[in-house]
Every structure is written in structure tokens, then in C-alpha cells.
């Protein structure tokens, strides 16, 4: 079947690029023109909307950066990056590749920040990047993603706040959150958000961008903080909660065979995944048009819940 050039949709470009962390996996979703790639499956299995090597459209898309949560992938909100990259933008995600030991996990909030700014870098040497507006990234991030996109944000965590890593402060120490730090992002989106605790209130008080919160009312994972704390704590703040939606239900819907493997990532929902699906990006496409296509009325001082 032949298309026109002007049927839209959204390509997918798949990098590998070498960095101090070691190489560095990436996806980028962004415009195109439909039926002018070639189709496929996101890890064998998730049938993908985009196409790889699509014919671009367009030009100045504004960028995401997305960030996934502790042990996922960069597939895992690849439903949003089609929808947004089909609206317009231009949305990289990275696989953090995050350490599972107990005794060693700590080293992930050291590592997951830093891979986001060596993947944004790395991306501006490859091809897409002269169609790629990179002045003002709006920052996704899911459950542990929050906090990579926070400190991206500037806001700087005192890790001595949390119990947890006592014993590894003069570690974490050594962190430089200002090589991070985004001069000028445009907004920060937080799902079913994380480690809250590692943020001291006068930090998150100071983001001065809009933020959204979309939060699970099933949610029963251990995640060392509350998105009710960002959402008191945030000052220019959007909060939703999903009903009848458990902490994975920001991932992916799972084929069988993902069911069987990981369980616990395709379940705790007590609504469909694909209709939560459809709320979560109609939040998210609102939140993004009042930032991109008008003034945003925020809520200053105080959250929002719906």
C-alpha cells in the first residue's frame, strides 16, 4: 500500500553510543511520515506503532527526555513516546541498566542522572538532532525516573535524609549534581513517583517550572517517599491520581509471554492497563499543550487532586 507524504505518524531510532559508564542503549521516537519505514518489535515482542528509518516531518520538535524505573527498560512508556513523538516531539530514553544487588543499588541514583545528560550530548551528534529542538526538554520520569528528572531539574538531594544510605554517605558525596543540572527544562512530569525522602522540602520548593503528578491509588510498592510529599512540596504542581491503578500500571501492556516472566510488572491494576493507558495520556497531552500552545494556570503553593 502506498502512502502520501502526508499521512503522519512517528519513527524510532535505536542507538548504542560510548561513554565513561560504559555504552550507552537509547531510543528516539519522533515525527514521520507513515508508511516510509520499515516495522517492528520493541524487545521481539511489543508491536510498535513507529517505524525504524521513517521519513522525518517536520522540524523544531520540542524534546522529552524520559526516564524509566528501577530494573526497567527504555520500552517500558514507549506507548507515550509514540503518542507524544505522533503530537510533534522528539523523546529519548535511555536504559539505565540498574544494579539489582541490595548491597549495591545505591550506586544507580550516582549513575541514572549522568547517563540522561551522556545520552542528550550523545544525541546531538547524530543526524536527527539539526530537526531536534533541545533549548527546553520537558522531563518524564517513572517511580524511580523521578528522581533522575529532579536532579536534572536542579533540585539537589541530601541522601543522608533516608536511613537506608547511611552507610554509604561518603559514596553518594561525591555525587556533582550541577554536572546534571538542565539550564532552562520546560516542565517536569513525576508517575507514580519515588524517593521523595531524598529531597529536602527548601529543594523542591525552588523548582520553578510547572510540574505533573500522576499518581496510583493502588500503589502499594515500597518506594521510600509518597507522591503526596512532591505534590505538598512542589510549588507549580498538578496532581492526579488514577483509580483503580497499582505502581506498573505507567508500563507497557504485556503480551502472555511478559506476563509469565515478570508478574508483578503486568499486574496490580484493577482497571484495564490499556484504559489507564488512555487516561495517563490524555493528562499528559493536556499538560503538554498548556505548556507548548498557551500560559499554563498552575496552582502555586498548592496540589491539585482529582
Known amino acids: 500500500m502506498q502512502h502520501a507524504l502526508t499521512d503522519r505518524g512517528c519513527g524510532v531510532a535505536h542507538y548504542a553510543w560510548h561513554s565513561v559508564l560504559g555504552d ?7 515525527p514521520a511520515f507513515s508508511g516510509t519505514g520499515k516495522a517492528v518489535h520493541y524487545l521481539r515482542v511489543l508491536q510498535a506503532q513507529a517505524e525504524e528509518g521513517a521519513i522525518p516531518c517536520g522540524a523544531r520538535w520540542p524534546l522529552v527526555i524520559m526516564s524509566h524505573g528501577a530494573g526497567g527498560s527504555r520500552f517500558d512508556q514507549y506507548y507515550l513516546a509514540e503518542c507524544l513523538a505522533a503530537r510533534g516531539f522528539a523523546v529519548l530514553t535511555v536504559d539505565h541498566r540498574d544494579i539489582q544487588d541490595g548491597q549495591q543499588r545505591w550506586r ?3 549513575t541514572r542522572p549522568l547517563r540522561l545528560v551522556l545520552a542528550q550530548q550523545a544525541l546531538r551528534q547524530e543526524g536527527l538532532a539539526e530537526n531536534i529542538d533541545f533549548s527546553r526538554p520537558l522531563l518524564i520520569g517513572h517511580s524511580a525516573g ?16 533516608e536511613e537506608e544510605f547511611s552507610t554509604v554517605l561518603t559514596e553518594l ?7 546534571c543540572r538542565l539550564p ?8 507514580a513517583p519515588a524517593l521523595s525522602n531524598l529531597f529536602p522540602e527548601a529543594s523542591l520548593s525552588s523548582l ?3 510540574a505533573l503528578i500522576l499518581s496510583a491509588d493502588q500503589d502499594s510498592v515500597r518506594m521510600l517517599g509518597t507522591p503526596a510529599d512532591y505534590a505538598a512540596r512542589l510549588p507549580t504542581v498538578i496532581h492526579h491520581t488514577l483509580s483503580g491503578a497499582g505502581h506498573y500500571a505507567f508500563v507497557h501492556e504485556s503480551p502472555p509471554i511478559l506476563r509469565a516472566l515478570n508478574p508483578v510488572v503486568s499486574g496490580g491494576d484493577v482497571r484495564p492497563r490499556k484504559q489507564l493507558h488512555e487516561e495517563i495520556i490524555s493528562h499528559l497531552t493536556a499538560f503538554c499543550d498548556r505548556l507548548c500552545h498557551g500560559e499554563p494556570t498552575f496552582t502555586q503553593g498548592a496540589a491539585h487532586y482529582v
Open 184 to 191: 532552562s527544562p520546560l516542565g517536569v512530569v513525576l508517575m
Open 208 to 210: 520553578d517550572i510547572p
Open 24 to 30: 550507552v542503549s537509547a531510543s528516539l521516537w519522533y
Open 173 to 179: 558525596g561525591a555525587f556533582d549534581v550541577s554536572a
Open 108 to 110: 544507580n541514583l550516582l
Open 146 to 161: 523521578a528522581y533522575d528528572v529532579l536532579v536534572k531539574c536542579g533540585c539537589v538531594p541530601r541522601f543522608e535524609l
